[in-house]
């Protein structure tokens, strides 16, 4: 049974995280901030700036967008410079997959980037984060767009994002998971879209306002799953 929301942002408040994000990542950190101020918890979240953690959220801004690569890279110097880390986690972006995007290519170097770290730094715990999803265009132009044979904006790019989330769920297993994508996609408003005679996950189209970005509703609920990840272990 889940602990009371307060007692996990306490136990939250104690733990010495640091989250490396873009524009998703603030949203969440938003989330996080507001259920902590109606539950009357501080814990503090505060932007990187290289000195030795402590208590609470420390996020910075990794690498650029469209360049998970290079996300990768960035992660590990900083984890490298950034003493006092007792959870560690990457959230790559919804716009680092493209239709194009070779998942296997990229999830092996995240793999591998990964086991590397954690060879190098054992203490810390690496907490994996499935990549955020969109809303698929619906529609006239959505219909139109099949009709010419192309794709809704949204499709290809979510089939990319949950390959390679499925990827991390082997891989990593719910335990040392936090699935984003899924509780994005899944509740009392799942979000589904078919494509190649499949079914594929989307973002729910109420908590999002531009169709990748969380809304208000989104960033709580969001926040509220990042929490219980964090502190069930």
């Known amino acids: 049974m889940a602990q009371p929301l307060k007692t996990q942002l306490e136990t939250l408040s104690t733990k010495r995280v640091l989250f490396a994000h873009q ?30 953690l402590t208590p609470g959220v420390t996020h910075f801004f990794v690498g650029e967008n469209e360049h998970p690569l290079g996300k990768l890279e960035h ?16 959230k790559l972006c919804y716009v680092d997959f493209a239709p194009d995007t070779d998942v296997t290519a990229l999830f ?3 793999q591998a980037k990964h086991d590397a770290l954690k060879a190098k730094f054992p203490s ?36 990319k994002r ?20 899924a509780v994005e996609s899944t509740g009392t408003d799942a979000c589904t ?9 989307c973002l729910r ?15 709580r609920e969001v926040a509220r799953a990042f929490v219980e990840a964090l502190t069930k272990r």
């Open 23 to 52: 524009s998703v990542g603030m949203n969440l950190l938003a989330g996080l901030e507001a259920l902590a101020k109606e539950e009357g918890v501080t814990v503090p979240v505060r932007e990187l700036a290289g000195a030795p």
């Open 75 to 90: 992660f590990a110097a900083t984890l490298e410079k950034t003493p006092g880390v007792e959870v560690a986690l990457l």
């Open 108 to 110: 092996t170097a995240y």
């Open 124 to 159: 810390v715990e690496f907490v994996h984060v499935t990549a955020p999803l969109t809303v698929v265009q619906t529609g006239l132009k959505a219909f139109a767009k099949r009709l010419t044979g192309s794709a809704p904006w949204g499709a290809r790019e979510n089939v």
């Open 162 to 181: 949950h390959e390679f989330n499925e990827l991390l769920r082997k891989t990593y297993g719910a335990a040392r998971l936090f699935d984003l994508a």
């Open 193 to 201: 879209f078919e494509r190649d005679g499949k079914t594929w996950p």
């Open 205 to 219: 189209a109420s908590w999002t306002d531009d169709g990748g970005h969380l809304n208000a509703k989104g960033q």
